[in-house]
């Protein structure tokens, strides 16, 4: 064992073999709130440091310009000074990757767009797909979660809010599944898998081209048509490229994660039967149960950033261009914030967890994710006959930052 100040502390969390239990390391991590690794990233794993830098108009989400960072060469550093560059350079930067104004303008409008009354019109709907999907499966002895339902219930859902056409669901389920690859350093120098990823994000743009003028001509109730026909008081009517952005982001942004909810909250509940049965027994614990997984097995683990000038924060200082990690899940567990952190426990009070992120870029999809979760928890729990997990912990999917098993096998005696 290396002492706190491993500069390979990092590196070791995004290698593979610690991806079913990174939480020691974090631990080690913690040691300094804010840490330097060998590569010149600086990783904030605090609770109270993250916080700080969420709120520092000093870190900015905006990738830096090629000329200021040319490749490195270590996929890490040239993924954060450039997330997705080949898609948000060429193109329109969604405005995850903006800073203010622009992000405030943009965020505004689709914040606009998802209104209490649209999202929770999909409370009924998404309790409906939910119970397809068990459907699909009466009869089966097996279950995977994530390709029974996890993985395909998001899709439906944020394709039926923007408005996407029901025929064309299955090509943005292919588009999602390809996209996911991008957000994982590691694609950074894949050249095969960046040309798949180019590929696709133009098959897209060209779809929601066609669709985005369907709206404008024909506008129906559906976030995509508001989008496409609403003028903003400030910053008038959005752009194509960046409604194409926009809709992008929301795709993969609100699926990528569901995902991981969904997988990695049953697994939790599965390894603690008496919390399946307690929400079994209880579905209004359900909201609960939720925020509690958000903060101890959350589905984003970490989020970058770039210091635009030198920052001062836990005793460090972040010079200026660092790129800068901000290991969320590290700050959810976080004993200086959290009284026994590491032990899972929905009823624990103020619970103010990082799941979503934080300050301007807090994610505008967390009441469609909270009623999403709450749909298939309490439906999984409900339903499902003793479940067991046919194998713990479960091979988990590649990414790091967007953390959750690749699959998850379930022993069922039925679905009532
Ligand atoms: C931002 C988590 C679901 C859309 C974020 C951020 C986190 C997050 C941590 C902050 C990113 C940052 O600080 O850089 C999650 C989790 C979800 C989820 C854990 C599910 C469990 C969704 C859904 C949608 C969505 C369903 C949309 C349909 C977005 C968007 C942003 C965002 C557009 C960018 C906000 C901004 O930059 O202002 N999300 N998200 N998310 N999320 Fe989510």
């Given amino acids: 064992m290396t002492d706190a100040s491993d500069g390979t502390l990092f590196a070791q969390v995004r290698d593979s073999a610690n991806r079913a239990d990174p939480y020691p390391l974090y631990a080690r991590l913690r040691v300094r709130p804010v840490a330097r690794q060998d590569d010149g990233t600086f990783v904030a794993s605090g ?69 209490i009354a649209r999202v929770q019109g999909m409370k009924r709907r998404t309790e409906g797909l939910v119970a397809q999907c068990l459907e699909r499966c009466a009869g089966s002895r097996h279950f995977d979660l994530v390709d029974d339902l996890a993985y395909p219930l998001p899709v439906t859902v944020i394709c039926e809010l923007l408005g996407v056409p029901r025929e064309d669901e299955p090509r943005f389920h292919a588009w999602a599944t390809q996209l996911a690859t991008a957000l994982e350093p590691e694609s950074r120098h894949d050249e095969a898998l960046r040309a798949r990823n180019t590929e696709t994000f133009d098959a897209i743009a060209d779809y929601m081209r066609d669709l985005i003028r369907e709206k404008r001509r024909a506008p129906r109730d559906d976030m995509l048509s508001g989008l496409a026909t609403a003028k903003d008081p400030q910053a008038g009517r959005m752009s194509d490229p960046d409604l194409i952005a926009t809709a992008i982001l929301l795709l993969i942004a609100g699926h990528e994660t569901t995902v991981n909810l969904i997988t990695n909250g049953m697994l939790t509940l599965l390894r603690r039967p008496r919390e399946l049965a307690r929400l079994r027994a209880d579905p209004e614990r359900a909201p609960r149960v939720i925020e509690e997984l958000l903060r101890y097995e959350p589905p984003v683990h970490f989020r970058t950033r770039v210091a635009r000038a030198p920052i001062p924060v836990a005793g460090t200082v972040i010079p200026e261009g660092a790129p800068l990690v901000l290991l969320f899940a590290a700050g959810n567990r976080d004993p200086a914030r959290f009284p026994d952190p590491d032990r899972f426990d929905p009823d624990r009070a103020d619970n103010q967890h990082f799941g979503f992120g934080g300050a301007l870029h807090y994610c505008v999809g967390a009441p469609l994710a909270r009623i999403e979760a709450e749909a298939a928890l309490t439906a999984l729990a409900a339903r499902l006959s003793n479940p067991r997990l046919a194998e713990d912990p479960p091979p988990y999917r590649p990414g790091a930052s967007l953390r959750g098993p690749k699959r998850l096998l379930l022993h069922i005696d039925g679905i009532g």
């Avoid at 000093?58 to 890490?76: F, K, W, Y």
């Avoid at 993924?79 to 995850?96: E, S």
């Fill in 47 to 115: 609770y109270a440091a993250i916080r700080a830098l969420l709120h520092d108009p000093r870190v900015s989400s905006e990738d830096l310009p090629p000329a200021e960072h040319p490749p490195t060469g270590n996929p890490v550093k040239d993924w954060i000074v450039n997330p997705l560059k080949d898609w948000v350079t060429d193109r329109h930067r969604p405005f995850i990757f903006r800073d203010p104004p622009d992000h405030g303008l943009l965020r505004r409008q689709v914040m606009g767009q998802f209104t």
